[in-house]
């Protein structure tokens, strides 16, 4: 491909042709012709993951290179469906946007692009409401596929993240109803389930302890949905807070000539609350 060739296609264009000759069968990368749709996920994982962490950061040099990645990934998959013969990245292209369409009946009245322009009253809470309806009436028009009765949790991907899997669980059974109106009534789940663990826990029955402690998280996602918390952003950010904290606790202690393994657990916790007011004062950050 000549350079007055390079300029006549689309940066979409080139990429789907690198992409191709990439697994070209006898000039193509080893490596990329090795590769198949269960060798990609633990890559396609870790995308989504550096995608994520580039927003937190708020590098949007660095966002923009890893969705470069991300779509890679995605470009990947389409070629090797097209190579079996089965879909290419344009039927990807194609059927995101008629789904898109269809799910945005406030914004493209006869879901066609051409109907853009009608403008609709609705809330961001609204449209949510509407889509959730929209899929559930997909998905009774998909069937199940096992035979069994339709139900408003099918096709929730049995791979996704627990917290994430808990809060769609939720989400799908809010949307008929089966749901508490009120933060309180949450809360007070929480402590029941809290009160089962300790129930669990008094009396040294290790598979009841395990039981009753999912159950805490699955009563801690559901208050942090009625927050309108992310759960799993939510994690992130205490994780990293104690990370920063207890490399500074680090610090501290080498300052102080300290071996941790050796000093009181009472010591410990002085050199932590002092590395939570350092952090605090460099971050900007809550004490908590």
């Given at each position: 491909m000549n350079r007055e060739d390079q300029d006549q296609f689309s940066p979409m264009d080139r990429l789907l042709a690198l992409m191709s000759m990439l697994r070209h069968r006898?000039?193509?990368?080893?490596?990329?012709?090795?590769?198949?749709?269960?060798?990609?996920?633990?890559?396609?994982?870790?995308?989504?993951?550096?995608?994520?962490?580039?927003?937190?950061?708020?590098?949007?040099?660095?966002?923009?290179?890893?969705?470069?990645?991300?779509?890679?990934?995605?470009?990947?998959y389409a070629q090797m469906s097209r190579e079996e013969g089965g879909f290419d990245f344009q039927d990807v292209a194609a059927e995101v946007t008629a789904k898109l369409l269809r799910r945005h009946p406030h914004v493209f009245p006869d879901g066609r692009l051409e109907s853009f322009g009608s403008r609709q009253e609705l809330s961001a809470g609204e449209v949510v409401s509407n889509w959730e309806a929209i899929k559930r009436a997909e998905r009774a028009g998909q069937g199940n596929g096992n035979g069994e009765p339709q139900s408003v949790l099918d096709g929730l991907p049995q791979s996704l993240p627990a917290l994430e899997k808990a809060r769609k669980l939720q989400q799908r059974t809010a949307g008929v109803g089966f749901d508490w109106q009120e933060v309180r009534p949450v809360i007070d789940k929480l402590k029941e389930e809290i009160g089962e663990f300790e129930q669990a826990l008094a009396a040294g029955d290790g598979a009841e302890m395990r039981e009753e402690f999912?159950?805490?998280?699955?009563?801690?996602?559901?208050?942090?949905?009625?927050?309108?918390?992310?759960?799993?952003?939510?994690?992130?950010?205490?994780?990293?807070?104690?990370?920063?904290?207890?490399?500074?606790?680090?610090?501290?202690?080498?300052?102080?000539?300290?071996?941790?393994?050796?000093?009181?657990l009472r010591e410990l916790d002085q050199l932590w609350a002092l590395a939570k007011t350092r952090v605090r004062e460099r971050t900007g950050g809550d004490s908590h």
């Open positions: 006898e000039f193509g990368c080893p490596w990329d012709l090795k590769q198949t749709f269960e060798s990609l996920i633990p890559y396609t994982v870790e995308e989504v993951h550096e995608v994520v962490h580039a927003i937190e950061s708020g590098d949007r040099d660095e966002l923009r290179d890893e969705l470069g990645d991300l779509l890679f990934q995605v470009v990947f999912g159950d805490m998280l699955f009563a801690m996602v559901n208050l942090a949905r009625h927050c309108k918390i992310d759960s799993e952003s939510a994690l992130r950010e205490s994780n990293r807070r104690f990370e920063a904290r207890f490399r500074d606790l680090e610090k501290l202690a080498a300052e102080r000539g300290w071996e941790l393994p050796e000093r009181e």
